[in-house]
């Protein structure tokens, strides 16, 4: 026996005669006895009963997302100034403003949430794409900033967000929520910890909330953020991102409706291992094209980038049925390949045009070291879906439905389209024509007469 269990024996059987001897010179009612007897706990049992007394039992985690948010504000509550007063006035007058960018948030906001939680960073950061973007991924603005972030070309190649003809990071709700949060971290390092200029510098640039800085210290003034001369849109900025967090915190009070967002992911990221087709991956996964889409938004054209990355975000309810789907779907099914004889005359950059691919995409596909191609030979097209059906129906012989027009010296769009009873628009879109301009002789256009509806 451990000498832990002999000494708290010896101790035990002290205290047990003690108590006899108590009770031979002073005795106790019989019920008093009985009660004792009930009540005293085994050694074992009281001591699992004091152990688990100190047990710290997780809380519950909150059902809604917004209630995680307002437990994880770190800002709002300790701000206090007329323009956060003036931007929150603005969002109660225009209520459909959050009322649409929730719902548009409802596919990234318990990513986005989380992965700024993760970070252990303050939860108003997560509510930064409802101040650029409206929660948009494909929301684009003058200075050609992208995404629910809104990163500018340079800052995106700056932060390792690839863009090319197939895909763009800056809308990719996964690559450009890293590159976000990498990048508001540096500032806050930048700043010394500040989260307001470095809010500030997301906005207008470091560089001009530095200059701001020396400004006013030089002329012995504050240089927190409320007191910095900033440009307009930025004076604003910060305090529109308050107003919301403080909106969010106080809905009821407030009486906003906000979507109802529930605190589980809404998509889960499933490896594809190669480039397929959205609208195949969509038929695979039994969601709508569209809703397949919104969740990959960094996809710019009908495919996914051949170099990456390789992984598809789908409604969690719907992940298996694709993974099985494609377990049992042949590597070359999941890219339709047309193969294109080239004829005399042909130019890369035209059967590009033609095909709505790009010359990169064609040289890459038929490793040509350059644009000369040769008549008689064939070239791999990959074939778009949807839209694209008809580019990709013209270069096979006998589909059904189909007639070819070839193109004579003096023909136009509109002569042709008048000759077989078709509009302009119908040929634009079958033969994906970007410049009218561009016919030339020889070129053949495909038609549907029999049916004035869209064949794709």
Known sequence: MPQIYKLMTAIIGGLVLAGCQTATTQPQPASVQATATQAAPSLSSDRFTRIDSQVQRAPQPPADLWQLTRQHLALEPRIDHPRVDDQLAWFLDHDAYMRHASQQAVYYYHYVLNRVLERELP??????????????????????????????????????????????????????????????????????????????????????????????????????????????ETRRYVPKLIAIARLIDRADEFNVDLAELPNEPYFEIVSIEGQIELAKAARLAGVDLKLLKRLNPGFSRWATDPAGPHRLLLPRDTSERFRTAMSELPASERVTWTRYVIRPGDTLSEIAARFDTRVSVLRQSNKLASNRIRAGKTLLIPAPWGAGEASRLAAREGSSGKRVHRVSRGDNLWNIARRYGVSTEQLVKWNGIRDARALRPGQDLILYPESSADPG
Do not use: M
């Open 123 to 232: 939860a108003e950061l997560a509510l930064l794409p409802f101040v650029e973007s409206s929660y948009d991924p494909f929301a684009e603005s003058p200075s050609r900033a992208s995404g629910a972030w809104q990163f500018i070309p340079s800052t995106a190649d700056l932060f390792g967000l690839k863009s090319n003809w197939w895909y763009d990071g800056r809308r990719d709700i996964i690559e450009s929520t890293e590159a976000a949060l990498d990048f508001l971290q540096y500032l806050n390092e930048r700043f010394d910890g500040d989260w307001l200029l470095a809010l500030a510098a997301y906005n207008c640039g470091e560089g001009c909330v530095s200059r701001a800085i020396k400004r006013n210290a030089a002329a012995g003034k504050p240089t927190d953020y409320w007191h910095l001369k900033l440009p307009r």
